[in-house]
């Protein structure tokens, strides 16, 4: 396995302007063998109070459950602009993400990350595979995410589609509004300006009739709602279903388990689901 060791976090304007020109180059059935790591970031404070109004977060230093994801984020996309990477990072979609914090962290530590690629296998809607991230202070274990990505294609043979009944949604509802420059605001903090999150205009061009918003900035807004309510430790997981269109309202959905949380949230208006999850001690 090649380790790049990276002495700063890359910068996110010239790796999609690679992908752009780099994406029909990508070809195979392997992952990298690569693993990106950064070591020893301090956090930009403005930066964590930025990431917190963005969504629903109070002030505070202790970092929000899904912070560090995004501060992760610039090694994934990285390591799929790689020559190597099998699949073209547009067009890439992310269906499926599971983070595990081991513990609270706080804005004076010191954080190192690293990022590679996993299980690359068969998927209904074409093929899947894992980013996973790995975020430690002084050798510790602190953090570890899971991104599921999707390439959609034709399914292998014997994949089938399983096709589920949509129930009343569970647990108690807040309503959240979500204006129409959310996917903007979120852009500018996480960096990730895929253009499908920016305009209608330019969310167009890839099939959708408005601009939708970023599937974890869905995950963490519905975090902030049970804010004070969780375990020191804990993961959750949670799928990514349809899309929340740009402006709408959701309905957070939360009912309390014996291990934790389950999560359900749909559009206030049509019940259409946009994530399904759990949060487990």
């Given at each position: 396995?090649?380790?790049?060791e990276l002495t700063s976090a890359p910068s996110l304007l010239p790796l999609y302007a690679k992908a752009a020109v780099t994406g029909p180059l990508h070809r195979g059935s392997s992952l990298p063998e690569s693993s990106y790591t950064l070591a020893d970031?301090?956090?930009?404070?403005?930066?964590?109070?930025?990431?917190q109004d963005v969504c629903g977060f109070r002030v505070s230093d202790v970092l929000p459950p899904t912070y560090l994801h995004v501060l992760a984020f610039p090694l994934s996309v990285a390591l799929m602009t790689e020559g190597t990477f099998p699949f073209p990072l547009v067009g890439l979609v992310h269906v499926n993400n599971a983070?595990?914090?081991?513990?609270?962290?706080?804005?004076?530590?010191?954080?190192?990350?690293?990022?590679?690629?996993?299980?690359?296998?068969?998927?209904?809607?074409?093929?899947?595979?894992?980013?996973l991230a790995d975020v430690t202070v002084d050798g510790e274990s602190v953090w570890t995410g899971r991104s599921t990505y999707l390439r959609r294609g034709k399914p292998a043979a014997g994949e089938k589609r399983e096709r589920t009944e949509l129930g009343p949604q569970v647990g108690a509802v807040a309503q959240v509004r979500v204006p129409g420059d959310e996917g903007r605001r979120y852009?500018?903090?996480?960096g990730d300006r895929n253009p499908i999150h920016l305009h209608s205009l330019s969310a167009r061009a890839f099939g959708f009739s408005s601009a939708i918003a970023h599937g974890m900035w869905l995950k963490a807004r519905t975090l902030a709602s049970l804010e004070g309510r969780l375990p020191d430790a804990f993961t959750a997981?949670?799928?990514?279903?349809?899309?929340?269109?740009?402006?709408?309202?959701v309905a957070i959905g939360a009912v309390a388990t014996h291990g934790g949380w389950d999560l359900d949230v749909r559009a206030a208006r049509s019940g259409k689901p946009h994530l399904a999850g759990t949060i487990r001690a």
């Amino acid at each position: 396995m090649t380790v790049p060791e990276l002495t700063s976090a890359p910068s996110l304007l010239p790796l999609y302007a690679k992908a752009a020109v780099t994406g029909p180059l990508h070809r195979g059935s392997s992952l990298p063998e690569s693993s990106y790591t950064l070591a020893d970031q301090p956090i930009d404070r403005d930066h964590l109070r930025a990431y917190q109004d963005v969504c629903g977060f109070r002030v505070s230093d202790v970092l929000p459950p899904t912070y560090l994801h995004v501060l992760a984020f610039p090694l994934s996309v990285a390591l799929m602009t790689e020559g190597t990477f099998p699949f073209p990072l547009v067009g890439l979609v992310h269906v499926n993400n599971a983070i595990t914090v081991h513990r609270p962290v706080t804005a004076d530590e010191m954080f190192s990350y690293s990022v590679r690629a996993a299980n690359l296998r068969p998927h209904p809607a074409g093929r899947a595979l894992d980013l996973l991230a790995d975020v430690t202070v002084d050798g510790e274990s602190v953090w570890t995410g899971r991104s599921t990505y999707l390439r959609r294609g034709k399914p292998a043979a014997g994949e089938k589609r399983e096709r589920t009944e949509l129930g009343p949604q569970v647990g108690a509802v807040a309503q959240v509004r979500v204006p129409g420059d959310e996917g903007r605001r979120y852009a500018a903090v996480s960096g990730d300006r895929n253009p499908i999150h920016l305009h209608s205009l330019s969310a167009r061009a890839f099939g959708f009739s408005s601009a939708i918003a970023h599937g974890m900035w869905l995950k963490a807004r519905t975090l902030a709602s049970l804010e004070g309510r969780l375990p020191d430790a804990f993961t959750a997981d949670v799928a990514f279903k349809l899309p929340v269109p740009l402006p709408s309202t959701v309905a957070i959905g939360a009912v309390a388990t014996h291990g934790g949380w389950d999560l359900d949230v749909r559009a206030a208006r049509s019940g259409k689901p946009h994530l399904a999850g759990t949060i487990r001690a």
